[in-house]
């Protein structure tokens, strides 16, 4: 349960998170993500969020959360018949899903070090090939 209470000690001020604050600045759509969701599932989640404007003017923002095991299910069955290992990551090197089993959402991946094979400029997702792994959480 969220509790939107200011007053009470778990209130949890979404207009705070990174998934409200960046589409509120950028009026652009956005993708954060992947995090531990502790609020609600326990796991790992990506929330997609979308400014709403109104006569230009910034009223809120429309978002979804998708788990992380929500994109695999999508996406692994694709990513597999690409035929090499390659692993999605966001921009900063989190992996979102990977054919590779040293591949786990949530672990850091050296993007220096892996072969860029597709990316989207408007998330900064990118498709790699064996990345150096940095980190696990």
Avoid: K, M
């Amino acid at each position: 349960r969220v509790n939107l209470e200011p007053l009470a000690p778990d209130f949890f001020d979404y207009t705070t998170a990174d998934w409200f604050v960046t589409p509120q600045n950028t009026r652009e759509r956005h993708i954060a993500g992947p995090y531990v969701d502790y609020v609600c599932t326990n796991e790992y989640a990506t929330t997609l969020a979308l400014p709403v404007l109104v006569r230009n003017e910034f009223v809120g923002i429309a978002a979804l959360d998708v788990t992380v095991s929500g994109w695999e299910r999508r996406l692994l069955p694709e990513l597999a018949g690409i035929g090499e290992p390659i692993t999605l990551t966001n921009a900063s090197g989190r992996v979102i899903a990977s054919t590779s089993a040293q591949r786990s959402p949530g672990q850091r991946l050296d993007l220096a070090t892996g072969a860029v094979l597709a990316g989207s400029s408007a998330f900064g997702w990118q498709l790699i090939g064996n990345a150096r792994v940095l980190a696990t959480s």
